[in-house]
């Protein structure tokens, strides 16, 4: 008895650190982790814009419908605590703790609770879960929604079932995939509650698939032209390439948080180790469902398995792009589920002593692999980004060490602003920047300043009538124009060193005219900031210049995300 006691002791302490440092690494360094991305920024703008009484956008840069519950949770955040990218992942912890809870409370009560606590862990762990838990998108949330779908498939609530799968498509287009996997979950209890009644099933049946195609169809054609498509293809995928050893290898790259950022390398050991423990839980798992007669739980597996299958032929290998994780985030609920109700047939029953110690040892196992998969989020996610910046990200502390080029570049803008001999304009002082993420980076976190207005470089010129075909020339005279015109009334040129927008502002002004900042933090590349000199600074400029920067260090005592002074020195010419 000891023996067996002491086992359940270890057992439920290890449980209890495997769920504390789930919680804790999607808490840790919101800030820091990962660099903040132009799809964050860009539902920060709009939630700035609802803040402050402006027009909302419908639609995201892609295409798809503005996620407004999104927008709405973050504004009170917003409103309390400023414009900050820890404020806005603060939604993001919430919706991963939440899907983590509903999963075990709500199968539970569909499954058993064995069940439910194995799937909770699961996706506790999952290092793709916990980076999507630290992101103020909309994929944030696709775990929690998908959890309600599968509840509804599981109970047969068609209606429910619906609602809530019309929302999920609401949320991002990838839900339609979605469909097969719960339509064989649903397909389970309309047949146990029709037994009996052939026509009743056949109606139920047919009733169902006729509202599943009337939804799913015309969905899919419609947002088979959207924006978000032809983005999707610029990794060349579609209908058609097939290749199912890369896009496996990306499956396996996305569970395991090999993307946002992260080294996506992996060793033969461990793509040895993840396929075996995966194929052999679908294999014997599966023969073990069907000797129990677990219709249900053998109608999620095969769902996935349509469900991923139709995923790969429709949109080929590369949707699973590193750089496209959020694409795959529909199917982390019921891969994680399947897998638990996989792994719940394989444990053997406590009905003696040699076979309790047998299923302490399951459970030691299953445990083994869940604090794995923290430990290897821990080293390829958090170290990753600690050592891109002198001084690291210390994990174990709410405190966050590091700061990211935007946050700087804010900064030193807003500080200029206020400094004293700023000439007044009539209205807004424009800030062109160049690059990918800066622009909504920049613009969001200066959303609370109504005397500047932050416009993205790249897209200066750009019509959507142009088509796939650019005219390159007349685009880059118009960015040159549109530059020029705002530095010499007095707005401020953000780009990369040594980019476009470096040489064309430093080949078009004379050098004794210019102020110039250059940011450097950690292993970013150097960034650049131009201005014209104030009348004050022109009288001035017969005193001795001093040239000089300090890359980036760790913020010294009292330096803020508003007071960079400790990160960033200016470099005048």
Known sequence: MKLEKGLSIA????????????????ISSLKAAPQPFEDEAYFGVQ??????????????????????????????????????????????????????????????????????????????????????????????????????????????????????????????????????????ILAVPLLRQTAGDPPARLRALMTTMGVALLVVVPYGLLKKQSRGMKYVETFHSGLGPCDWGKFFKLFQNLLLGRCQGVPTDTSHLLDWTFWSILVGALVFGSYRLIRQRAWDRLALVVGVVIGVTGFHLTLGPDVLHPAMSRYGMFLVAPVVLAFAC????????????????????????????????????????FDIFAIQQPGGERIWTLKDEMTWPQQGLTSLILRDLDRAGAVPTQGRRVVIVQGWDSPWCIRFLASRRRDIKVVHFDIIGSKDKDGPVKDLARIAAEQRRVLLKQISEGGYGVGLKGQTLDQWVAASFPPERLRRWEVQLGWSPPYVIYRLKRPAELADSALPQVAGRIEGQPPSEGATEHDPSPLIAEVER
Request: charged share 10%; glycine share 4%; hydrophobic share 60%.
């Open 342 to 381: 996989l792994v719940r047939s394989l444990l053997v029953p406590a009905s003696s002593r040699p076979l309790q110690v047998l299923r302490g040892g399951q459970v030691a196992l299953l445990l083994a692999i869940g604090l794995a998969l923290l430990f290897s989020f821990k080293i390829h996610f």
């Open 47 to 184: 939630t700035a814009h609802l803040l402050a009484g402006e027009t909302v956008a419908t639609k995201t840069p892609t295409g798809n419908p503005l996620n407004y519950l999104l927008v709405v949770l973050e504004a009170p955040l917003v409103a309390a605590f400023g414009p900050s990218f820890t404020v806005l992942r603060i939604t993001a912890v919430f919706a991963g703790l939440a899907a983590i809870l509903l999963m075990y409370v709500l199968m539970a009560r569909v499954l058993d609770r064995t069940t439910a606590l194995i799937a909770a862990a699961l996706l506790a762990a999952l290092p793709i879960a916990i980076i999507h838990s630290r992101l103020a998108w909309e994929a944030s949330q696709f775990p929690l929604f998908s959890i309600l779908s599968l509840y509804f498939a599981f109970r047969g609530r068609r209606l429910a079932l619906l609602l809530s799968y019309i929302f999920s498509l609401y949320l991002h287009p990838t839900f339609v995939f979605q469909a097969p996997i719960l339509l064989c």
């Open 11 to 26: 057992l439920t302490l290890a449980l209890v650190v495997l769920f504390g440092l789930a919680i804790w690494f999607r």
